[in-house]
């Protein structure tokens, strides 16, 4: 049981470039979400989904999409990347809203 | 939309002392459910303690324990006993169809 897993765990990207990243779940949970972290700034929701086929805006979603294809996976896609992306991306997935929420291990982006 | 507001960015207890970790939030839902987070220097996220909003008595897991009080959207944490370990980073979150966080309090545990 893996839990969440997030990939890649480390990415350096220059101005412009796009790429994706992938979370996947083994726990047959229902909701996913896709969070960035800046120093001072705690956790921010960039969108979330609340089953398969089902996306929604959070509180920073501009310049991301997403997409969640199957249940297992919630994958977040940038598509022009710039300098102010530059953060801690993690993924977490609950499995009702009551639930305890498990976190991926991040992944660190850098924008050059 | 909801928001969740952590004023204490840092904070310092002494060992086998108590502290008390603040966090109000915002919303016009009657039912959500709400949480606090531990995140260590491994950046990985640990589920401390859980409060349903139906509910009045305040949860407790050991020795940490929250005062929900539901009309002031006031829920905060209290850790007694502080050990070491409890050095961290702590987030209060707010979840109904999505889950929010305030912006982190920084514990420090002086020996």
């Known amino acids: 049981n893996a839990g969440v897993t997030q990939t890649p765990k480390f990415r350096v990207l220059k101005t412009g470039q796009s790429m994706t990243l992938l979370c996947a779940q083994d726990m047959n949970h229902e909701y996913m979400y896709w969070y960035r972290q800046d120093p001072g700034m705690g956790l921010r929701l960039i969108h979330y989904?609340?089953?398969?086929?089902?996306?929604a805006k959070g509180e920073v979603p501009d310049g991301y999409n997403v997409s969640r294809l199957k249940k297992q996976n919630f994958l977040l896609g940038l598509e022009s990347a710039a300098p102010s992306q530059t953060s801690v991306y993690f993924c977490?997935?609950?499995?009702?809203?009551?639930?305890?929420?498990?976190f991926g291990q991040g992944t660190r982006l850098t924008v050059v | 939309a909801q928001t969740v507001t952590q004023s204490q960015p840092e904070m310092s207890v002494q060992e086998a002392e108590t502290v008390t970790l603040s966090c109000t939030y915002d919303t016009s839902e009657s039912d959500y459910y709400l949480f606090w987070y531990k995140q260590p220097p491994s950046r990985q996220m640990i589920l401390v303690i859980r409060q349903e909003a139906y509910k009045q008595q305040n949860a407790t897991e050991n020795r940490f324990s929250v005062n929900f009080q539901k009309a002031a959207k006031s829920f905060s944490l209290k850790i007694s006993d502080s050990q070491l370990g409890d050095a961290a980073m702590y987030f209060c979150a707010y979840m109904n169809s999505d889950m929010r966080f305030g912006a982190g309090t920084r514990l420090t545990v002086k020996p």
């Open positions: 977490a997935s609950t499995f009702w809203r009551n639930t305890e929420a498990f």
């Open positions: 989904s609340v089953g398969e086929g089902t996306t």
